[in-house]
């Protein structure tokens, strides 16, 4: 079974500063997900991850398949970016895709 | 992109009533769609796989009889929890994946007096 882990569980930042939060995954991935869930409990996919690095906005996500770790950036953070962010491990095809869930990052973005 | 639509977003029940919750994809066709569900200040605990055409495959702990899960045509799946009581009340939120990318609901938060 995959453990994912992510780090900091608890993120406090001025508006403008560059975030970084980790994951850690314990056994070999099909991808890397990344989820933004909002205060209201909708959540939105943010990036699918299988290698190298993806860049959406001011979010940018990268993998490192050798040390099984993924960083979700976001530069000149905003309020609005407020969120729990919560990465996902998945393995499998198309009928049995599993999905091991980190315990998510609360960042709080103060103006 | 694609979009899944939960239904009702937001259900208030007395104990021992059933409550149906709906799972959409508008846009694109879900032979599988997953069900989650969340108590507060924890992670996305998954439930049940819903396979269209098929029986739900449900996660262990998780009561077959109690959260029905139907899944009836390729948008459509369907969840609902019989007999609520409060331990049931929780946000539930169901997924389908497209070309390997996850598309939630909106997600339905369901209280249970």
């Known amino acids: 079974k995959n453990e994912v882990e992510q780090s900091p569980q608890n993120l406090t930042a001025q508006e403008g500063e560059f975030i970084t939060i980790n994951c850690s995954y314990s056994v070999g991935i099909s991808a890397l997900h990344w989820l933004q869930q909002h205060p209201g409990g909708g959540i939105v996919s943010l990036f699918m991850l299988s290698s190298g690095k993806k860049k959406h906005g001011r979010l940018i996500a990268t993998i490192n398949i050798q040390e099984k770790h993924s960083s979700l950036h976001i530069t000149a953070s905003h309020p609005r970016d407020s969120a729990v962010y919560i990465c996902?491990?998945?393995?499998?095809?198309?009928?049995?895709?599993?999905?091991?869930f980190g315990k998510g990052t609360k960042l709080s973005v103060i103006p | 992109g694609a979009v899944v639509s939960q239904h009702p977003s937001r259900v208030i029940c007395k104990s021992g009533t059933s409550v149906k919750i709906e799972c959409r994809s508008l846009?694109?066709?879900?032979?599988?769609m997953f069900w989650y569900r969340q108590f507060p200040k924890q992670s996305l605990m998954l439930m049940a796989t819903s396979n269209e055409g098929s029986k739900a495959t449900y996660e262990q702990g998780v009561e077959k009889d109690k959260f029905l899960i139907n899944h009836a045509s390729l948008t459509l799946s369907t969840l609902t929890v019989t007999s609520a009581h409060p331990e049931d009340s929780s946000f539930y939120i169901c997924?389908?994946?497209?070309?390997?990318?996850?598309?939630f609901g909106e997600g339905s938060r369901l209280t249970v007096l």
């Open positions: 996902a491990a998945g393995l499998g095809g198309a009928g049995s895709y599993q999905l091991t």
């Open positions: 997924s389908a994946r497209q070309s390997g990318e996850l598309f």
């Open positions: 846009d694109f066709q879900a032979t599988t």
